[in-house]
């Protein structure tokens, strides 16, 4: 008999486990620990709205703290889970603690990759990954200034379109020769590399840092053998998975704790992983760990209903948008599955998809600006549909005639 | 503060009081009204705050955008009366709105 659920993590998987195993009928205990001082929030508007300063930090809050109280979950924040005891089903805590668990659910997400290079310590590099680094960094975003951003992927290039807007001088260090290489395909790289350097972001492709100069302040970030000068520098290469605790306690760990079609650990059934921090095999067939919102909250439903007794396989899409400027980028599928791109619409009046295909059937679709082509292509995806590749490409024919 | 009221499919009515400035969907997230998802926390990714607008409010409203006229055209149970309620933003001119939430959003 399952009494008693522990969380750990209090983020997006985190409240969404709360929410669906009460809406599951678990009425057993459920406690929620948190790293982070914050009941669990929203992190996409941080490199966006909450940067920009039109998003004030309550509305960050996944739920309010009512729904703690009417869920009787014990939310410990500010405490991190440092160790699991599998044999004595237990979970101890930084403050000593040490806690029971009939069920454990690994939420504990990713932390930012750091830099390492000469000077990466200097003061004026920033990260962004939670609530106090915006708060760091927002203040710093002063007219006038120049930031170097470090990565062309999705965290940079929000950030760029952000500083851009608050007057900055903005410069991009991409070290591979296209941005977001590892998330969207060459047509749509090509579209959002345009877009920024028409908004008069400064864009260095094939241009790695090799080290940030300045005394004890930046003042410089030296790049293929050049100097050029920074006041402040954000840094997004990348996260690396929180699954230290999961690996010492003899899980089986990929690039991410490694779970089942349950969302459950092949190794311990009385253990669960969800979100950013799980490697699962998708429903492609391709074993893979996903950072987006939707993984967190479709997975962590999933364990919810494997813990609550009723489980039903993680079959879900995978989708994710990003928001530069005024331009929505939405993806479903995954596009390394393709062996075909079929685009429609025309770059040039930033309304435009890419769709991969796989045999003749939909694998993934990138929509930017082109909500039918996104939803359409997430059915057809799900579907399996084949369809002809002519149709696809011809935008007078309606998405909703597709098939 | 503007009030909103909000009926559920049961036809059980809460009337909550919501910040200028936020969105008729996060005064319904705020104030744990059921049927609204909002899984993308409202940047029109995922069409989970479906609403009905009550008809005497429906011309009161600013008017679709694209994307959620699309968002919308592909949601279920879509009727003339339908709004993605990520997409209101609350102003004094709306207090007393009332809008209704589906079942499910999924």
Known sequence: ?403 | MPKIKYIDETGRERVVEVPVGWTVMEGAVKNLIPGIDADCGGACACATCHVYIEPPWLDKLPPKQEMEETMLDFSQDVRPNSRLSCQIKVTPELDGLVVRTPKSQH
């Open chain 1, 1 to 403: 008999m399952v009494k008693n659920i522990v969380i750990a993590g209090a983020g997006q998987a985190g409240a969404q486990a709360v929410f669906t195993l009460r809406a599951e009928g678990f009425s057993g205990a459920v406690t929620m620990i948190g790293e982070e001082p914050f009941a669990p929030y929203q992190r996409p508007p941080l490199s966006k709205a909450y940067l920009l300063g039109t998003f004030e930090r309550d509305r960050l809050f996944l739920k309010p703290d009512a729904f703690y109280r009417e869920s009787a979950c014990e939310l410990i924040l500010g405490v991190g889970v440092r160790a699991i005891d599998r044999k004595a089903k237990a979970v101890a805590l930084s403050d000593g603690r040490s806690l029971p668990y009939d069920r454990l659910l690994l939420a504990t997400g990713t932390r930012v990759r750091p830099i390492r290079c000469p000077g990466a310590e200097l003061a004026g590099i920033h990260y962004l990954r939670g609530i106090a680094d915006v708060d760091r960094l927002r203040p710093a975003l002063r007219k006038g200034k120049r930031l170097a951003v470090v990565g062309g992927g999705y965290i940079g290039l929000e950030v760029a379109a952000v500083a851009v807007k608050h007057g900055l001088d903005v410069t991009v260090f991409e070290a591979m020769s296209r941005v977001m290489a590892r998330a969207v395909s060459r047509p749509v790289s090509a579209f959002f590399e345009r877009l920024h350097r028409a908004a008069g972001v400064k864009l260095l492709l094939n241009t790695g840092v090799a080290a940030f100069e300045g005394s004890g302040r930046l003042e410089a970030v030296k790049a293929e053998g050049k100097s050029y000068p920074a006041d402040l520098a954000l840094v997004g290469i990348g996260v690396i998975p929180n699954m230290e605790i999961a690996r010492n306690a003899g899980l089986p760990c990929e690039d991410g704790i490694v779970v089942d079609g349950n969302c459950a650990s092949p190794a311990d059934p009385a253990i669960f992983a969800a979100g950013d921090c799980t490697w699962h095999v998708g429903r492609e067939g391709i074993a893979l760990r996903l950072e987006s919102v939707q993984n967190a909250i479709d997975q962590a439903k999933h364990a919810a209903y494997a813990m609550a007794g009723r489980p039903r396989p993680y079959r879900e899409v995978p989708w994710f948008w990003s928001d530069q400027y005024d331009v929505k980028l939405q993806i479903a599928g995954l596009a390394r599955g393709g062996d075909r791109i079929v685009l429609r619409g025309d770059l040039a009046s930033r309304k435009f998809a890419a769709f991969h295909l796989r045999d003749g059937a939909v694998a993934a679709v990138e929509a930017v600006n082109a909500p039918s082509e996104y939803l359409v292509g997430r059915k057809l995806i799900a579907g399996g549909t084949r369809v002809a590749p002519e149709r696809l490409a011809d935008a007078s024919v309606p998405m909703k005639n597709i098939v």
